[in-house]
């Protein structure tokens, strides 16, 4: 019984749980699939006497990669896979080309690589779930309060919500990331969910036809609340995100820092929570919802494969990241405890850790994991 990890290159998280698997003396391997294929050969082979066998040989620029044989792993952490890494010396025009041939192997992956282990998270619901209209059809079958919605391209159908409520919210399906300027001047740009009032919204509206948005009301909140789902187990952390002004609207966004405190979630809402989560086929994953001054829960969605060191962070009572190894580890047929693990504070101090954070743009990492912090 072992553990697989599948994840990009520069994911702090891979990077802390492989370490703590180790650690505690969990079989543990990772195979950081963003590195193929420029830093990685890969060789998948069967006939008709022979099963599927796979071989990765690795550069092992981070020191903590997958090579020779993977041997059917109990468990796999689907973490993030990335962007395939071409090989610099590659003609442009062909780009695409590869591009999409790697992508198309990639898919393949979780058939090939462990077909009978527990995935966290099952791959088809992982790629459903990344879709936000899916999550609160399901949330609302669940009983969970949610945001009046419009995901539309239609700036007419936008100006009528803001007319109704007055002011509303923007956001992507995805938090986008990318580059602009030139080498000297070299800038990262994010975007964030946006406030709209009906002062504001006409310098956005010629904008609106050009890509699909989510579009909601700007619910009243007295604080928000990010819930990390591990099977039946709920941790629920309040953010203090109305304190400071630059937090208010999108807590990711600011430069404040706000407390975070553990919490119980009222029962109805665990269960709506714990209902909706089997019913989207997830077993992990971390959730946000608002709670508004009146006391009520509203959900605004699940990342099926979201941040949550920095919330042990900010509280070390949280202790997210062992409840998450002991998780992983029990889910590969190895039961143990949470207090088994080293804390993230541990993986912080480890020489690991000292070496991951040396070898790896700041830049880059933020990039990759946006509002981890890990730099900070």
Known sequence: MSVLILS??????????????????????????????????????????RELQLEILDDAR?????????????????????????????????????????RRFIQSVPHIVAPDAKWINEPAAARLYEGKLPQLMQARRAGLAIPDTIVTNDPEKVRALCDRYGAIIYKAFLVPSWNFGDEAGRKLA?????????????????????????????????????VVVLGGRLIAARL??????????????????????????????????????????????CIDLIETPSGSHVFLEVNQMGQFLWLDEAND?????????????????????????????????STSFEQFAQVLDPEE???????????A
């Open 8 to 49: 990009q290159y520069g994911d702090v998280h891979a990077e802390a749980v492989h370490w703590a698997l180790n650690e505690r003396g969990i079989p543990v391997r990772r195979w950081t699939v963003s590195d193929f294929p420029a830093r990685q050969r890969v060789t998948a082979s069967l006939s008709s006497n």
């Open 62 to 102: 981070s020191g903590a990669l997958v090579d020779g044989r993977l041997r059917d792993p109990s468990a796999v952490w689907n973490r993030r896979l990335g962007k395939p890494s071409l090989h610099a010396e590659l003609d442009p025009d062909y780009a695409p080309f590869v591009r999409e041939e790697c």
């Open 190 to 226: 994010v975007t964030f969910t946006t406030k709209l009032t009906r002062e504001t919204l006409d310098q956005h509206l010629p904008s609106v036809s050009f890509a699909p948005g989510i579009f909601q009301p700007l619910i009243p909140k007295k604080s928000e609340l990010r």
């Open 240 to 285: 203090d995100s109305q304190s400071a002004s630059d937090t208010a609207i999108d807590w990711r966004a600011g430069e404040s820092r706000f407390a975070i405190e553990k919490v119980r979630l009222p029962e109805h809402v665990e269960k709506g929570i714990l209902q909706f989560m089997k019913a989207c086929g997830l077993c992990f994953g």
């Open 317 to 349: 009572e949280l202790d997210t990241f062992q409840e998450f190894c002991s998780f992983l580890s029990s889910a590969a047929g190895l039961p143990t405890v949470p207090e088994e693990f080293p804390d993230y504070r541990d993986y912080r101090a």
């Open 365 to 375: 990492l933020y990039y990759q994991n946006q509002q981890t912090y890990v730099l």
